[in-house]
């Protein structure tokens, strides 16, 4: 599906590849443990294999459709999250189609050659007594003393189906106890979503870094090898890990107008398992260190090719006015009001110091008493510094230019310019500083416009804190600013495409939930049923966030893909209960132990699915691997969430489908004694 489709291996669909590699054996897990129980109960290997597989088709096929429902929104999703994670959400896509197929022809045609009744290990095997009769627990065989870890996992689980069966009852025969208390701990948990924090994309650790010199205009090629020099030196003895460095003099920059612009010196790392100190931890304690070097601006940046990509700093604020010297007011004050901020490094105004000129500004009163115009005094200002080409002289050939200039000495100082004279209309020679007032200035070295606006930026990176904290302390800080008239800010960067990409993130999540009730609905042709089984995602959203919490991990886009995930994932657990308890409704006498067999049927099949999912997340929630910090947050999100959904949904899922049924049973029985008192008084009337 992949080469029909034009996608290549690489880190994203590699990355899909690891995230869906725990879903993969969902399926066949459910449809071979049904199997396995129909063998359990004395059928033949075909028979067990046609109606196991048969009994779970509807419940696994919804499964998975709702899994890969969640990700065709993320597909239409603009921005970085759409360049991110489309690869991503396809490649898990085709999998779980292929995993479907092969659950549903493969697995079946195998357990009715090769599979035996004891391939799985002791366990007991749920039976039906029929209807009228309950259910009990009917050991497929004695339970020998063994060492065998399959045997030992197998009794592991028959105690827990039997603890739980134990809570069931319990939860059933306390039903306002269970739902007040869900509730509670459901709206506890909502405050962590506030403590949680946000960024854009988690940083890597690539293990690579650029520390910058920044040196003032006209600054020496030698004092900038100086600086540099020391710098080098310090990498060379002080910096932990260095696998090679190399250092860059001068600035070949667009702007750098001949300028020696300082100079950098790039540090590569070993791989972060052979040192025991983080790139980020490394940049920060090098910045601390070098900040004793005169005469440079010192600048430690971590080298992302994610952030590279992305463009811009994770903080960046524009501020737009015509006044260059007010905005470079307004660009110190707010590069102070973000130094003071917490987590924020290498704060940094985009007014750089450009060249030194000299300003000639004409007195108008004064030159217009000469009858010296502003033109003119510019027009003998440039052929008295840089001279006028009066003719050429030709010989051999060849053209030679002659040009007529002052003597150099008048360029050498303010008080010589000042000495040049100006030819006025009456003859008479008038002094360039009578009628000018000349002084020292520097240009800008670029001037940026954002709709014609001119516009400087104060940007910064992060240290140690989100992005998202950071941000919502930076506006509160701003907002008590007196900001003049006629001058505004903003705030862009990471930050604004955090927002954004969120909200869209956010609408996905919206249509993938629309999406899910509309194939549950389908399916189970039912309006009320759907809205159970979805009772499981705000409770995995609850786990998602504690689990984001507890790792101290940001929330991000990635962790914002695995919250779109769980949404199709934890929904499988009460799809697989609440099939199961509308199959047992017409076997069992009463509801509640329909419900009862439902989850000691339906309670292996659950564990095993979530275990699997989780354990094939968990080398990406450890971040393993170079480039593994990427996809951490979904592994910690998508675990974090399923573990908490399942051990809550196990309980509630139940009860929540006894009162339904009970607001149900109370809503049939008024309509028809409605009905019968309608028959009643029509039958009175006739007689």
Known sequence: LMFATGFTMNMLSLSGLAVGIGMLVDDSIVVMENIFRHRNEGRKAAEASIIGTREVTLPVF????TKIAVFLPIV?????????????SFTISF?????????????????????????????????????????????????????????????????????????????????????SLSLALLITSALLITAVGGELLPAGDEGSLEISANVPYGTSVEKTDEILSEIEDYVAHN??????????????????????????????????????????????????????????QID????????????????????SGDDFAVMERLSDDFAGIVKDVDGTINVKGSLEEGSPEVQVTPDRRIA?????????????????????????????????????????????????????????????????????????????AQIERNNQVRTVHVTADLNGRDLQSVTQEIETKLDAYDMPDGYAYSIGGEAEEMQQSFADLGYALLLSLL?????????????????????????????????????????????????????????NNSILLIDFINQNRSICATRDEAIINAGRFRFRPILMTALTTCLGLL???????????????MGITVIGGLLFSTVITLVLIPVIYSIIDDFREKNRAKREARRTAKRLAVGQIER
């Open 300 to 319: 430690v940046n971590v080298s992302n090719q994610m952030s590279m990509s992305m463009g811009g700093s994770p903080v960046s604020i524009a501020i």
């Open 619 to 633: 080398p990406l929630a450890l971040g393993l691997g170079s480039g593994g910090e990427l996809i951490t947050p």
């Open 62 to 65: 919804t499964a998975t459709m």
């Open 368 to 444: 217009s008493a000469y009858g010296i115009s502003t033109y003119q005094l510019a027009q003998t200002l440039n052929a008295a510094l840089s001279g006028v080409r009066s003719t050429g002289l030709h010989a051999d050939g060849r053209e030679t230019r002659i040009v007529i200039a002052l003597n150099g000495a008048y360029g050498e100082s303010i008080e010589n310019m000042k000495q040049i004279s100006i030819l006025s209309p009456t003859g008479q020679l008038v002094k360039v500083g009578d009628v000018a007032e000349v002084k020292p200035a520097n240009s800008p």
């Open 76 to 88: 239409f999703v603009q921005g970085i999250a759409a360049t991110v994670f489309k690869e991503f």
């Open 95 to 179: 999998a779980l189609i292929c995993s479907l197929l092969v659950a549903l022809t493969v697995i079946p045609m195998l357990c009715s050659r090769l599979l035996k009744i004891g391939d799985i290990g002791e366990q007991e095997s749920p039976r039906l007594a029929g209807a009228g009769t309950g259910s009990a627990f009917a050991p497929a065989r004695s339970e020998e003393k063994s060492r065998n870890p399959l045997a030992l996992f197998g009794r592991l689980v028959n105690r827990l189906i039997r603890y739980y069966t134990r809570v069931i009852r319990f939860a059933l025969g306390h039903r306002k106890t269970v739902v």
């Open 515 to 571: 999406i899910i009730y509309m194939i549950l609905a389908s399916l189970f042709e039912s309006l009320i049923q759907p809205f159970i089984i979805m009772l499981a995602i705000p409770f995995a959203l609850t786990g998602a966030f504690l689990g984001l919490f507890l790792t101290g991990t940001p929330l991000s886009l990635v962790a914002f893909i695995g919250i779109i995930m769980l949404s199709g994932i934890v929904v």
């Open 239 to 296: 910096v932990e890990g260095v696998e090679n460095y190399a250092l860059s003099i001068g600035n070949t920059g667009l702007f750098s107008l001949g300028a020696s612009g300082g100079g950098s010196v790039s540090v590569n790392l070993v791989d972060k398992r052979e040192r025991e100190h983080s790139t980020d931890e490394i940049a920060a304690r090098i910045a601390k260190d070098l900040s004793y070097i005169a005469g440079a």
